[in-house]
């Protein structure tokens, strides 16, 4: 069988859990089928793992056009090189009109992944303009043409047919996110705390991601107000998606600065060595997202040994077993699409005491911590995620 896969991200470009798990997943399906993949940007090594690597940069003349139209561009080279494939498999909207077109021109069948909705994305106009208008149209283009579509957990799922009612819900198959409990595993030494100023000895809580207004960076940083003074805040991050969001991350970084020390932000893409150990180390990870189709970074704590509180959103309480891995929090949203909380101020102070909760009881803590790595171990191999995409690949060669 030949696999055509396509992504915007791959290593070493890769910035979020779509990246992660596209990289995952052609690793492992590499030793068990024909695998090429289709990657945005600059040209990388021929070889991945035993699959075939071709790359794609935006095309000449396209450089200063909208995002969405840079996009669209950079997929239509890509549509000659699917000829011959036996399943076109795409990730996320950005190369989901290269999977539908490719299918279109050389009759194969159409899976794509969905590791986000644009429907529930909707601060993403911020930075796209009439752009959004145009990712919404192709994302939804695809989902409803699609020959099968994979949802990442079964909230996902939910999702999916809510946004996309016409879509066939046969056709709508539950494929979690894995992790790699080899690669990812909790870590004794301590090299990353002395480099970047974290003391090993405070309590902390942990987080990593970008800043979105998807991820909730806002919210952490209003419920870090109310920890106790002795634990630390360990954010390593990536830049904010728009102007205004940073200013008023910045903002709320200066307030969180004038009342409590321990605030470490450590900006950028870190190696993996690095995060392992500041998730290994720390107390407790904080996943306070508004929209989170199922979370990898949850997955990448829990293999760390490390405790998580999450709120409880979309596919994270698939992946965090309140009570023993962790503790998820309640947040009642706006129907808005934002994911914006009704009462903020009661979710940051239910976040915090959560949080809270779990830092006064270390031998807890690190329990759930031993319970997530069990957890992530025994559910969520690459190996049994490969096994169950080979099988809707199955379903649509039949």
Do not use: N
């Given at each position: 069988m030949r696999i055509d896969i396509v992504s915007k991200e791959f290593p070493p470009a890769v910035y979020g859990g779509a990246g992660v798990h596209v990289a995952e997943l052609t690793r492992v399906l590499a030793a068990r089928a024909d695998v090429r993949v289709h990657a945005f940007g600059d040209p990388r090594d021929a070889d991945f793992h035993g699959a075939q690597v071709l790359t794609y940069p935006t095309p000449s003349g396209f450089e200063q056009t909208n995002g969405?139209?840079?996009t669209l561009a950079t997929d239509l080279t890509m549509l000659e090189s699917f000829a011959g494939a036996d399943v076109i498999h795409s990730h996320t909207w950005y190369a989901n009109m290269a999977?539908?077109?490719?299918?279109?021109?050389?009759?194969?069948?159409?899976?794509?992944s969905a590791h986000s909705l644009e429907p529930l994305r909707p601060w993403k106009a911020e930075q796209l303009g009439g752009g959004y208008r145009v990712s919404s149209w192709a994302e939804s283009t695809a989902y409803h043409a699609a020959d099968a579509v994979i949802a990442v957990s079964e909230g996902m799922r939910r999702d999916i047919l809510r946004c996309y009612p016409q879509v066939d819900p046969a056709r709508v198959h539950v494929v979690h996110n894995g992790i790699d409990t080899k690669l990812w595993t909790p870590q004794t030494s301590q090299g990353a705390l002395a480099e970047h100023g974290i003391d090993p000895d405070r309590p902390s809580v942990a987080f990593v991601g970008r800043i979105t207004r998807q991820k909730g960076?806002?919210?952490?940083?209003?419920?870090?107000?109310?920890?106790?003074?002795?634990?630390?805040?360990v954010l390593c991050v990536g830049a904010p998606d728009t102007p205004e969001l940073a200013k008023e991350v910045d903002a709320l970084f200066a307030q969180l600065r004038e009342k409590r020390d321990g605030v470490v932000v450590i900006e950028g893409?870190?190696?993996?060595?690095?995060?392992?150990?500041?998730?290994?180390?720390?107390t407790v990870f904080a996943c306070p997202s508004v929209y989170e189709p199922l979370g990898i970074v949850n997955l990448e704590a829990m293999a760390c040994g490390t405790a998580v509180v999450a709120s409880r959103?979309?596919?994270?309480p698939e992946v965090v077993d309140h009570g023993t891995t962790g503790l998820l929090v309640d947040i009642e949203q706006e129907d808005d699409g934002t994911g914006t909380p009704v009462d903020e101020d009661a979710f940051v102070a239910d976040f915090a005491a959560a949080l809270t909760?779990?830092?006064s009881d270390p031998e807890k803590a690190a329990a759930m911590g031993?319970?997530?790595?069990?957890r992530a171990i025994e559910h969520f191999s690459w190996e049994t995620i490969a096994e169950r995409?080979?099988?809707v690949y199955r379903t649509v060669l039949r």
């Open positions: 969405a139209v840079q999977g539908h077109l490719g299918a279109l021109l050389h009759d194969a069948p159409h899976v794509l960076v806002p919210l952490l940083l209003k419920a870090a107000l109310q920890l106790p003074e002795e634990v630390q805040l893409m870190l190696p993996r060595q690095e995060v392992m150990e500041i998730l290994s180390q720390a959103v979309g596919g994270i909760q779990v830092l031993e319970a997530g790595r069990t995409t080979l099988e």
